[in-house]
């Protein structure tokens, strides 16, 4: 009796610690479809289609079902609230092979199809505002708009909205086409809402003609207490002709002034939708505006401009921003009063950064008050800061694409676009030596050797060549931690014992050591190096985040100063290149780089 108790205790102490081992398996192999599952449906695993490649992967799992679906639902659902950026990095790390399998499917897999699209009849468009440089936001957007396009075989429209002169200035249409180009995005047509003005207006005055629009002399707070207390002003109740003629007065100079006059869409002061409360759909601004100079006063809000817009000028199928959802509403009303064609409105969710602003507005004081360098500060997440910081278009597309055009809010980390980057880069670039924050290295008994060192470990990139004479630099990080009798190696060349080494309060004392052969050795820290013989003098920007604690990080820019080796004075502007053991840079001017990422 007790024997048999014995015998089944072991038993069960057996078979959990069996089935602890297995879970960590399982969960892997639950993990491993869940992501690749994802990968495929635009970040959403179903959780019986993932259950069915487990069992056929593994078919003895059918018999522990029972135990296996909790596990299961819970990995699911983790992998589902992951953005597919997110999927993506979990992916790479820990199941390449997915990728590698899937890689051929990665363009079809990009977005869903459209409702209601027809091969060849698709009109897609990206209306920024040109009151700043488009920003990592936009090129999400244009990206979209412009995949939609292509995929139908339909047509881009890139529209700027200048329809608010105070605001808009003639550099930004530049710098918006400039960055489009750079990112590889071809419109098949590119307008200015300015150009619209007179339909505009005609719309006006038939909104106005059919009571649909009236013209508000109250004061904006006035207005706005109205909107908050779901009540109408006394303007609302005359009578379309009374409107017509404040609607003139809007339009002559002699006329309103500036905030004395709006005109408002009869919507109703009580809908629970808040933007339904007669909100403004013309306003008098009288700035000059950068293409129009003073020829208009009275200037169309974006509610009005933006469905009229695109629905004259053929769009099928129109993208924004999440935070336009509120505004559907009135975007159908308007068209619906004015008899146009509707549009399919779709929404996506806005992207944003980690550790920076992704918005026009606030990167504007940035600028203005000097904190930065300018639009293309490598601090930023403007696309020429991007550029300027050594990502390429194709990367910045590629991560954009990979967020989708779910409305899920996900605010990616910049590793991520740092991951897509690196890949990019690293069979394109050149590696050479930089040694950041230098310090002296002597080696006694050295050989004079010439270092031949290839360009890349894998292409054929050629070499340079480095005379040696047994002193060098290395990094004073790599330094402080050398002790006396330690060995290093240094890169591509020969191993070092150290004799005297660096006591970390001193700055700038030498570190002595002791040649001790080429041999492989394992083990060993393996340096770079530049000869003392030949060196550039080097600065590299490192940049950290922007913003802190929803502040402006003041040490957002580290400057480090270094010793490159001689190779690199031939390096030009805008050439990138890898500094072992440092990062992936980008030349700014001659002996200037900036830290890609590392
Ligand atoms: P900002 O706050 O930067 O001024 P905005 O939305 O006013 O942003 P627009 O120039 O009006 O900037 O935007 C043009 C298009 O780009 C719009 O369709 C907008 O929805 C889209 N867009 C702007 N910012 C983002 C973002 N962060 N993520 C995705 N799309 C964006
Ligand atoms: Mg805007």
Known sequence: MCRSFFNSLIAAIFVSFWLALTDAAIENLIRKHALANAYRHEGKADLGAVVSKIIAEQPDIRSKIREVMPAAKVVVQEVNRMSPAEQQLQIEDLFPDI???????????????????????????????????????????????????????????????????????????????????????????????????????????????????????????????????????????????????????????????????????????????????????????????????????????????????????????????????????????????????????????????????????????????????????????????????????????????????????????????????RKMLDPLVRRYFFVPDPVRLEVAGAPEVKAILKLHPEKNFGERVIETRGAFYIPREDAEKLKQGDSLRLLGLYNVEIEHSLPASEEGLLLKGRYAGEDLREGLPKIQWVSADSYREFTVWVTLPLIVDNEFNKESLKIVKGFAEAACGDLKPDDKVQFIRFGFCRIDSPGLAILTHR
Request: aromatic share 8%.
């Open 99 to 421: 990728l590698e399998v899937q890689e051929k499917r990665v363009e079809e897999r990009r977005l869903p199809a459209l409702s209601n699209a027809v091969e060849g009849k698709v009109v897609t468009r990206f209306p920024p505002e040109p009151n700043g440089y488009p920003h990592i936001g936009h090129a999400k957007a244009a990206v979209i708009d412009e995949t939609y396009a292509r995929m139908y075989n339909g047509r881009l429209i890139l529209r700027f909205d200048d329809t608010n002169p105070a605001k808009e200035q003639l550099d930004y249409y530049k710098a918006i086409k400039d960055g489009l180009d750079w990112l590889g995005v071809k419109p098949d047509l590119v307008k200015n809402s300015s150009d619209d003005m007179a339909r505009f207006y005609g719309y006006a005055e038939q909104m106005i003609s059919s009571g649909h629009a009236y013209a508000c002399t109250c004061q904006p707070d006035v207005v706005k207490q109205n909107r908050s207390e779901g009540k109408e002003c006394a303007c609302r109740s005359l009578s379309p002709d009374e409107h017509l003629q404040r609607w003139r007065r809007m339009l002559d100079a002699q006329g309103y002034k500036m905030n004395e006059a709006f005109l408002r869409v009869k919507g109703d002061m009580q809908s629970l939708n808040t933007a339904l409360r007669d909100p403004t759909l013309f306003r008098i601004i009288e700035a000059a505006h950068p293409l129009k100079d003073k020829k208009y006063r009275v200037w169309p809000t974006y509610d009005f401009a933006g469905p009229i817009e695109d629905s004259i000028d053929g769009v099928t199928h129109a993208l924004r921003t999440k935070e336009y959802e509120l505004r559907d509403a009135l975007y159908f009303l308007i068209l619906k009063t004015l008899g146009l064609r509707l549009p399919e409105l779709i929404e996506f969710s806005r992207l944003e950064l980690r550790g920076t602003t992704v918005s026009k507005r606030k990167l504007q004081p940035l600028i203005r008050d000097g904190l930065v360098e300018g639009w293309d500060d490598p601090r930023l997440p403007t696309l020429t800061a991007l550029r300027r910081r050594g990502f390429l278009p194709e990367a910045v597309r590629e991560f954009v694409l990979s967020l989708g055009v779910s409305k899920a809010e996900s605010e990616p980390d910049w590793a991520l676009l740092e991951s897509v980057n």
